[in-house]
Every structure is written in structure tokens, then in C-alpha cells.
């Protein structure tokens, strides 16, 4: 027998928006107005000359005006989706729409030592543990280093983070340089391990976020960055930090404007140094200092999912951040806000979200909050599922059979079905007896033992000898 149903429709996940298209209509305008009569500093000449060629004016040595048309221009050319992939070369990101992938963050200066429960330094040994979780991490998509190496020299310590990163994981890098020297090197060690400057550039496994001084001053460092990536065509980041109250107005609409003024700048400067080079777009916005700390804070709710929503107007992919928390601890606060953060970054769709495992602001690191971390991003992998309403799924001839009077515990259909549904695998659900029997532990000391079976079993790909020595030939003998 046919049956034909027309006009049926699903809502296949969860969604959610902030901004409506008028609104971001409104704060592009208003960015274009802030590049065109205010202008922007940019202190770096290649950046100067290339602007003036386009026809963009000069002012006052290096305050540049960048007229609408320029910004429409960028926009014709710039991809508006960013692939990466592993260290192997396959494709795993397609930073687009509203697809999520997750990773930490870089640089944080101490650790929550998950052996002692010390408050520390970090360590190289502490990337190289880090890089090893997370490639064990099924819901850890890409990594960056996590910490800042204590133990190296620090006007290099960017090459052992990436050398860290190169050895200990094959999923996507993204990667961050304090000078401009280190984000070469870091493109060399990359090419190494691709096989070359064409194989990176055809199959990427790692792009490079930049920090900028604010949306209205460019420094040098993050210009040349900018320029030598776009030149390679290397994805990046560009993510100007203009602070409400401080470099920019403290309303949340100013600061987006100040912010992602100097973001369209910088996508300027990317197409006209290559069209077609990738470019990523920052996915938070609105920042403040909290004026009763001085803190930058991270999981703050003001500043999360408008600018994931203007990227999506946009149709550039985003760069945003979750999984962070202001906790000094892996405490509840820290799960909270861990878990309130990488809900709103999946709810409304950003593309590559970092920060995950953050504690202390981006101060501080931990491996135990980070396998925490992975199981909240299991449970939002299956809660962002759509509902499947079928015929099949129904099993309305199942119900029928059982009847009223029947149970289902050992049906083939419950038998056939059942491991379909989510289960955890660190969040406790037996009663109270069988927990304590299982020793009683907390969330924190069983996330802490993941860790420990993760550093005692967890076998990460090795990189190839001869690639791994000219890795580090690189590391010894720094561009100056």
C-alpha cells in the first residue's frame, strides 16, 4: 500500500538568536562608519602601503580610513567556510553554519596539578600531558597548547608549545605566538610534517590566532602575522580586545562596534594581501572589565552568542570561547560555568569554541575540569540531536503487541534499541548504595582518575622520527 504525506517538515536541533537581522544590519553599518570617518592606527608599513594602493586614505602617519566599498569588496572573495584537518591530512572541521567543534585554550600560567592539587607554574610536561588527554577526548575536536611552559626559555617558549602540540596529538592545532619569529617557525615546523609549503596550504591541520592591541590600534605583531598567514593562505583568527569601559565605550553594542570595526579591517587586509585567504571572525563580543575586581572575566553572560550571531549574518565562520570558568577550583561554580557556557556556543551555533578546561579567567588550567569538560560536551551532543518522529521509531506495532499488560525490559526491540540512548561516562547515576560501594568519589576525584587511566593508557600516534627531529631542529635554531 502507498502513502504519500506532503508537507511535513522537522526541526532537526535546537536553535537559538540574539540578534536579529536588523540588529546586525545596524552594528555593521556602524563598523563601517567607525573604519570610514574615525579610522584605525596600524602600525606596521606593508599593512599602510597595501591600503593605500587600494585607495583606502592615510592620515596623521597611520591612521588609516578604509571606505565601505573596500570591506564589500573582502567580503567577494573571502571563503566562507574553513576546513581543517588532522595531522594525517583528512578533513574533520568544517567551520561553517552552524556546526560546533570544541578545544581548549593556550597560554595559561599555572595549573591545578590534578596529581597534588597544587596550584603551580605550568610546565612543558604539562602540554605534553594536556595534549595527551586530549587526544584521547572524544568531544576535544582541536587543541591548543594550554599552558605556558615555566621551564623553557621564554622568548621561545611558543616553538616547544607547538613542538608539544606536533608530538602528542594528531588532531587540528591551533596555535598562538607572542612575536611574529615564532608564528614562522610554527608554519615551518607545520610544513615539516606535511610535506611541504603546497600540502599545508592544500590539506591545513593548524591555523593561528592572533591577538590585537584593540579594534582601533593594529600593532605590528599581529599586522606582519596577518599578512605572512593570509600570504600562505594558513587560516587564523583576528580578535582585536576592546574592553567596554576602558579601550571602548561600556555599552555592549559600543564595544561590538569598536571590536569588530578593527575584525573587518583586518579581513581587508587579508584579501587584499590574497583573495581567497581564509579568515575567521571573533564569536564573543561586548567585553567589560568587572570594575569591582579589575578582572577580565570569561564566562560572563553579557558578552556571549551576539557575536556568533553577527558571524552567522556575516556568513564567515567564528571563533568563540566556552567551557572557561572564574573558579579557582574544579568546584561547582566551575562546572556551572562550564556548563552554562558551552550550552550557549552550541545552542547558537559557534564554529570553533576554545577555552575549554579554562579556570581562574584563562590564568589557570586543568585536566581533571577539562575531562569534565568532554562529558558536559557528550550530554550537549545528544541533547542538540533532533527528535526522529517515524513510523519506525513510533513502534506503534510494538505497543500493540505488548498491550497494556505486557513490560518491555526483554523485548528484541528494547534489545535492539536500547544502546542508541545516552549514557554517561563519568556523571554518577546509581543510587547511593552502589555509589558508595564504588568508593564514593565526587565528580572532581572521578575525573581526576580518568585523567590517570588516560596518562597510563593512552597510546598517541607517534609522529615519524625523522619529522619529529626536523621539528625540532626548528626549535633549536629559532627565526630571529
Not at 161 to 174: G, R, S, V, Y
Not at 417 to 424: A, E, I
Request: aromatic share 8%.
Amino acid at each position: 500500500m502507498t502513502t504519500i504525506c506532503s508537507n511535513q517538515y522537522s526541526i532537526n536541533s535546537p536553535s537559538a538568536r540574539k540578534l536579529s537581522d536588523d540588529q546586525s544590519q545596524k552594528l555593521y553599518w556602524a563598523c563601517l562608519e567607525i573604519l570610514d570617518h574615525t579610522g584605525v592606527r596600524m602600525y606596521e608599513q606593508e599593512a599602510l602601503d597595501l591600503l593605500k594602493k587600494a585607495g583606502a586614505s592615510v592620515t596623521d602617519g597611520n591612521r588609516v580610513h578604509i571606505t565601505p566599498g573596500l570591506v564589500e569588496k573582502a567580503f567577494s572573495t573571502v571563503p566562507k567556510s574553513v576546513t581543517l584537518c588532522d595531522r594525517n591530512g583528512n578533513p574533520v572541521i568544517r567551520a561553517e553554519g552552524h556546526r560546533s567543534y570544541f578545544g581548549t585554550g593556550s597560554d595559561c600560567l599555572h595549573i591545578l596539578d590534578h596529581r597534588t592539587g597544587e596550584y603551580r607554574n605550568s610546565v612543558l610536561q604539562d602540554i605534553v600531558e594536556g595534549m595527551t588527554v586530549c587526544d584521547a577526548l572524544e568531544h576535544i575536536d582541536f587543541v591548543m597548547c594550554m599552558f605556558l611552559p615555566s621551564d623553557v626559555p621564554q622568548d621561545i617558549a611558543d616553538r616547544y608549545q607547538m613542538e608539544a602540540m606536533l608530538k602528542n596529538t594528531t588532531k587540528p592545532i591551533i596555535f598562538v605566538t607572542t612575536e611574529f619569529p615564532g608564528a614562522v617557525d610554527a608554519v615551518k615546523m607545520a610544513e615539516v610534517v606535511a610535506g611541504g609549503e603546497s600540502e599545508l596550504k592544500r590539506n591545513p591541520f593548524t591555523a593561528c590566532y592572533i591577538n590585537v592591541t584593540t579594534g582601533l590600534r593594529h600593532n605590528k605583531e599581529a599586522l606582519q602575522k596577518l599578512l605572512y598567514l593570509s600570504g600562505k593562505g594558513i587560516p587564523l583568527t583576528y580578535i582585536p580586545s576592546a574592553q567596554g569601559g576602558v579601550t571602548a565605550p561600556v555599552t555592549i553594542a559600543a564595544t561590538m562596534a569598536v571590536n569588530n570595526a578593527g575584525v573587518l579591517a583586518g579581513l581587508v587586509l587579508s584579501q587584499l594581501k590574497r583573495e581567497g585567504a581564509p579568515f575567521i571572525l571573533p564569536g564573543w563580543g561586548g567585553n567589560m572589565l568587572d570594575m569591582k575586581t579589575t578582572v577580565q572575566p570569561y564566562s560572563d553572560p553579557e558578552k556571549r552568542a551576539q557575536a556568533i550571531d553577527f558571524a552567522h549574518y556575516l556568513g564567515l565562520p567564528s571563533f568563540s570561547l566556552a567551557g572557561c570558568s572564574e573558579s579557582k577550583l574544579v568546584d561547582q561554580q566551575a562546572a556551572a560555568e562550564a556548563s552554562l557556557t558551552l550550552f550557549t556556543d552550541a545552542l547558537f551555533g559557534g564554529n570553533l569554541v576554545h577555552d575549554v578546561g579554562y579556570l581562574e579567567s584563562g590564568l589557570c588550567g586543568s585536566l581533571p575540569q577539562l575531562v569534565i569538560c568532554d562529558e558536559i560536551l557528550s550530554w550537549l551532543e545528544a541533547f542538540m540531536k533532533g527528535v526522529e518522529i517515524t513510523d519506525e521509531s513510533l513502534a506503534l506495532d510494538i505497543i500493540n503487541e505488548i498491550g497494556p499488560d505486557g513490560q518491555h525490559i526483554n523485548s528484541d526491540h528494547t534489545l535492539e534499541n536500547y544502546k542508541k540512548r545516552w549514557y554517561p561516562k563519568l556523571f554518577e547515576r546509581a543510587n547511593y548504595d552502589s555509589w558508595k560501594a564504588k568508593g564514593g568519589k565526587d565528580l572532581g576525584e572521578r575525573a581526576t582518575d580518568q585523567v590517570n587511566k588516560i596518562l597510563a593508557e593512552h597510546t598517541v600516534e607517534p609522529l615519524p622520527k625523522d619529522l619529529a627531529d626536523a621539528v625540532h631542529a626548528i626549535v633549536e635554531s629559532p627565526t630571529a
